[in-house]
């Protein structure tokens, strides 16, 4: 049985009475329940969508928004008091420094205007890209707001965020040290993160809401051997490069965010993978350690960190976050049972957490068993290898209202933007057809008070 079925009967199980299907009309007219406007597509290409749900539809208009969001595809409106939050891997990454600040520097870049339509389609109040280039300075990221997040794209409507972060990232930053040991000092291999040049792969969160810009933490510098029992391998590195090694492949961003008087940290990573040098799994590992580290303030667990600008210790346990960004499929792994358990099992196990498990129709159309898959991997033979790498985790004080992930099947508009091809070709090459092999994620939070059980 597919997971959709057995998430909504568990939605209405916990949402409250059904309606019969004839009130579906004042229903919609519920506040938040309609979804933003979308252009119509032609009659020979315009998705046909139905109800099989029987002649009852729950009265509550937030399980009425999720169920839509599951037949059609199409992103339901975030309601009027709800804050939407996503995050997607974008791929907005060239071969060589300034290429994407040229390609963005002016509206009508392909990739740009599909990244930009892929967020508009979604409509998140706050959103956190991944895997996009970033200079010295804000030049790309401000380039990218004004010339196409603003800009209407496939018939949506534009969005204006008037606040952005971006900053230093440890992609393609030189260490100094010979850390792949090929007698030459410099170059991919010996950076303090994977990239080619300084900046590549990094990072941008842009909101329609405030951020506390005083309340920002950077943890880019902290080195990975101060955390204790760290998953370093032995002897893999000399004293030297451990002493210079940093904990993050990309970055930790801690970006408090205010909505209506409340704060929200978004707290931001991208994590190595397995195949980032060699030792991308065990990076990976201490890198999802730092934020269970981080959550666990008053425990002694957060004693080793210390921010970009030497402020020390974690997040006070009362405030609201939301864990985002590109965590990759080793998030669940433990590379031991005992020595380094899965941080994020933990922090679910231990009700710091939750998992709103969002997922798409197009994923479940690739593949059945994996509805939550977030990026194509690979095809093979055939047979389509998919994964969840791409997360929202809000904490558990939080009430969460709706989640998806943004891959409509074939023929459901905005499914130009989500074409299913085997990853391939040179690295920095946009893709030719979709931006990203990667699908963006959103989650909609109540923060009207209550968490979620």
């Not at 230093?168 to 291999?189: H, K, M, P, Q, R």
């Not at 890198?287 to 957060?302: C, H, K, P, S, V």
């Not at 090459?429 to 968490?451: A, F």
Request: avoid cysteine; aromatic fraction near 6%; charged fraction near 20%.
């Amino acid at each position: 049985m597919s997971a959709f079925p057995r998430v909504l009967r568990r939605m209405l199980m916990l949402g409250g009475a059904l309606a019969p299907a004839a009130a579906l009309t004042a229903l919609l007219g519920a506040p938040g329940a309609l979804a933003a406007p979308v252009v119509q597509a032609s009659p020979l290409t315009a998705p046909v969508v139905t109800l099989d749900f029987g002649d009852a539809l729950p009265s509550n208009p937030d399980l009425l928004r999720q169920m839509m969001w599951i037949k059609s595809g199409q992103v339901p409106a975030v309601a009027d008091d709800g804050l939407r939050v996503a995050t997607f891997s974008a791929g907005l990454s060239r071969s060589a420094p300034e290429e994407l600040a040229e390609d963005l520097s002016e509206p009508g870049d392909p990739q740009g205007m599909q990244v930009a339509e892929t967020v508009q389609r979604a409509a998140p109040d706050v959103v956190l890209l991944t895997d996009m280039d970033v200079d010295a300075g804000e030049d790309v990221a401000q380039s990218f707001r004004t010339n196409y997040l603003a800009v209407g794209t496939g018939g949506q409507s534009g969005i204006d965020y008037p606040y952005m972060y971006v900053s230093e990232v440890n992609n393609g930053v030189d260490t100094g040290a010979d850390l792949d040991d090929d007698g030459i000092i410099g170059g991919s291999g010996d950076a303090f993160g994977p990239g080619d040049f300084a900046g590549q792969h990094g990072m941008v969160l842009y909101s329609k809401h405030p951020l506390d810009t005083d309340g920002i933490r950077t943890f880019t510098e902290l080195p990975w051997a101060s955390m204790p029992d760290n998953a370093i391998p032995e002897g893999v590195y000399s004293d030297l490069e451990l002493s210079v090694l940093r904990l993050s492949s990309t970055a930790h961003w801690d970006i408090p965010v205010t909505v209506d008087g409340q704060t929200v940290h978004i707290l931001a990573a991208q994590p190595s993978r397995a195949e980032d040098g060699p030792t991308g799994a065990e990076r990976h590992h201490d890198e999802m350690r730092f934020w269970a580290d981080y959550l666990a303030a008053g425990t002694g667990q957060d004693a080793y960190i210390v921010d970009d600008e030497g402020q020390p210790g974690g997040l006070p346990g009362d405030a609201p976050f939301v864990l985002a960004g590109d965590f990759g499929p080793l998030t669940g792994t433990a590379l031991s049972d005992t020595e380094h358990p899965s941080a994020v099992a933990e922090m679910l196990a231990s009700g710091l957490i939750q998992d709103p498990l969002p997922v798409s129709q197009g994923a479940e159309h690739l593949k059945k068993d994996e509805p939550a898959a977030t990026e194509v991997v690979s095809r093979e033979g055939g047979e389509w290898a998919l994964a969840r790498s791409d997360y929202l985790l809000p904490s558990s004080t939080i009430t969460t209202t709706a989640s998806g992930v943004f891959w409509p099947v074939p023929g459901q508009l905005g499914s130009q933007l989500t074409r299913a091809n085997a990853p391939g070709g040179e690295l920095g090459e946009p893709n030719e057809t979709t931006p990203s092999e990667h699908r963006l994620v959103w989650t909609d939070l109540d923060l009207s008070g209550g968490g979620t059980d």
